[in-house]
């Protein structure tokens, strides 16, 4: 077995674990014949992969840390943090669609919406959890900046419907599976943001992509620890099919923002701006149209300001160009970071002392947290702010045994349970091929029922 170095290059361990799908990466470099002095395992991703077609890796070991590291209790606390930041807080999707007004549907709770079926996709995840934002500071050791995005989507569902990215982009899966599915045919090679289809108010994915085939001659079941590699462009769809959710991160690498097109014209822009003639606008005086022709003088005067800017345009150099960008990745790479390093302080809080019932004691809330039925006067001490939860819609699938656990947990003489053992407060009959309840399901469920002061959170020494 090969040995791991201890202080690897975590994307060099992905380059360098075994290609499932793709184009193996020991296969010498490209030209048929095997390679004499192989190059690094990156740079022959770099070579064979990047940007040219998706690929599919089973994680090394240092990936795998990351992975058995998070766990649901760390994807309850993701979301949780990620709706309380105003800024952007998490999206819900049910059946392929956006949730128009989740304030009214859900409190804005992500708890509620996962009960009733939703995805919860949070962008920018590595501003809301220290392990994904250690994951990025740690791919940004290749890469010269990246971001999070992730998806919590319940079983049997999917978050979005077939579309395409204006970014590179690597998928990793952390907890459950997932199918995906990604098209042959690029509809627009090396598109950018208003060029992406599938998306919301962007044009649908033509019947020419979805009859193009697919890569791997198939859906492909990502796994823990699976990384999926998918160039900008690639029209991809992904559902769960199992009686489990799956939660992955989307490592966003923003490729569109970085090519020559981009930094070139913010480049020329930012210098036409420095002369104040060119932010004036072009001459539209009297008489400067004629029966619907150009006025000479309006078009000698265009063309003096033309000759200037393509100075300006020559003036430019490769080395101001290589500035630009570095200064881009820099930019961002800092406001991520004014992000990331304030994550240690945003643990979640021990069930300690404080309240057992309301939003703050539900965000204490873990598999292992105990549970009691509430009394009635911690029910009614349970103030309805503005804006957050007043009620709960389950999806049909676990309606039967959430509603059972509640009615067994408020009848009498019941003894407290964790989170993780209220499953043993319904039987599943085995016939029934419809229940859905899983761990996390009922996370959700404990976190729901004490924020609305239904159940109440037992402390350590109650
Ligand atoms: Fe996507």
């Not at 400067?288 to 006025?295: H, K, P, T, V």
């Not at 091929?433 to 729901?448: I, K, M, N, Y």
């Amino acid at each position: 077995m090969e040995q791991q170095e201890p202080n690897a290059n975590l994307f060099d361990s992905i380059a360098k674990s075994k290609c499932l799908l793709g184009i193996a990466l020991d296969d010498g470099d490209g030209d048929g014949q095997p390679s004499t002095s192989p190059p690094s395992t990156a740079e022959r991703f770099f070579n064979k992969v990047w940007q040219k077609q998706p690929a599919l890796f089973a994680a090394d070991i240092p990936l795998r840390k990351f992975q058995l590291a998070m766990d649901w209790d760390d994807v309850a606390d993701l979301i949780h943090h990620s709706h309380e930041d105003t800024a952007s807080p998490p999206l819900f999707f049910q059946e392929g669609r956006p949730i128009a007004d989740p304030e009214a549907a859900y409190g804005c709770s992500p708890f509620a919406a996962y009960l009733d079926g939703c995805s919860v996709i949070v962008n920018h995840a590595d501003h809301h959890h220290s392990k994904i934002a250690g994951l990025c500071d740690e791919l940004q050791l290749t890469f010269p900046h990246v971001y999070a995005n992730s998806y919590l989507t319940p079983p049997r569902s999917s978050a979005v419907k077939s579309h395409s990215d204006d970014r590179d982009v690597l998928v990793i899966q952390v907890l459950g599976r997932k199918n995906w599915k990604v098209y042959k045919t690029v509809p627009v090679s090396f598109p950018f943001a208003n060029e992406q289809v599938g998306k919301e108010g962007r044009p649908p994915v033509s019947r020419e992509v979805l009859d193009g085939g697919i890569c791997f001659d198939g859906k492909v079941s990502l796994e823990p620890g699976h990384v999926l590699y998918m160039p900008r462009g690639f029209v991809h769809e992904a559902s769960t099919d199992s009686d489990e959710p799956s939660f992955h991160i989307t490592i966003a690498i923003a490729t569109h923002d970085w090519c020559m097109s981009t930094v070139m014209t913010e480049m020329v822009r930012e210098r036409l701006n420095e002369c104040i003639e060119y932010r004036i606008p072009l001459s539209i005086g009297a008489g400067a149209y004629q029966g619907g022709m150009i006025d000479k003088d309006l078009e000698s005067s265009i063309g003096n300001q033309l000759a200037g800017a393509k100075d300006v345009l020559l003036g430019i150099t490769a080395s101001d160009l290589e500035r630009a960008l570095r200064n881009k990745y820099q930019l961002h790479n800092s406001v991520a970071n004014a992000h990331r390093c304030k994550l240690d302080s945003r643990k979640r809080k021990a069930a300690g002392d404080g309240e057992v019932v309301g939003p703050s004691a539900a965000s204490t809330l873990s598999l292992d947290s105990s549970l009691r039925r509430s009394t009635d006067e911690e029910r009614t001490s349970v103030q309805l702010q503005e804006g957050r939860l007043r009620g709960l819609t389950v999806r049909e699938e676990t309606m039967r045994s959430l509603m059972s656990v509640l009615s067994r947990m408020k009848s009498e003489d019941l003894p407290r349970s964790t989170v993780r053992n209220l499953r043993n407060f319904y039987e599943i009959d085995p016939a029934d091929q419809q229940d859905l309840v899983c761990e996390f399901t009922l996370l959700c469920f404990a976190r729901c029922c004490v924020e609305l002061g239904g159940l109440a959170v037992v402390h350590m020494n109650e």
